[in-house]
């Protein structure tokens, strides 16, 4: 059974936004960091933001800074990142992970995250 659920992922133009949601279905993660990575064609999976669990820091890849938002509703049991300006280099698979409960601080690397979801695709057209 998947505890983490992404969705709100499609097609967009150039300049576009787009806002995707990560379930928690079970509301196993509401103590944990969480994290948004994505992974282009042929690429390896790279960090795009996180999140601590209170929800108060923030930490995002130079990349999207500025342009990405994260954020996470404990009501609905469910992470966000709001996207907008979207380039076609952030084409890819859009995956929400929770981290472990040593994780320190906020970390890009996605080795500290052990809980993932099974992404979203995202397609920004030029």
């Known amino acids: 059974q998947e505890q983490l659920v992404e969705s709100g992922g499609g097609l967009v133009q150039r300049g576009g936004s787009l806002r995707l949601s990560c379930l928690d279905s079970?509301?196993?993660?509401?103590?944990?960091?969480m994290g948004w990575f994505r992974q282009a064609p042929g690429k390896e999976r790279a960090f795009v933001a996180a999140?601590?669990?209170?929800?108060?820091?923030?930490y995002y890849a130079d990349s999207v800074k500025g342009r990405f938002t994260i954020s996470r509703d404990y009501a609905a049991n469910t992470l966000y990142l709001e996207m907008t300006g979207l380039q076609p280099e952030d084409t890819g698979v859009y995956f929400c992970?929770?981290?472990?409960?040593?994780?320190?601080?906020?970390?890009?690397?996605?080795?500290?995250?052990?809980?993932w979801g099974q992404g979203t695709q995202v397609t920004v057209s030029s």
């Open positions: 992970a929770a981290a472990g409960t040593d994780m320190r601080g906020l970390q890009a690397a996605p080795g500290e995250y052990p809980y």
């Open positions: 079970e509301g196993t993660f509401s103590m944990h960091k």
């Open positions: 999140i601590d669990w209170i929800g108060y820091s923030t």
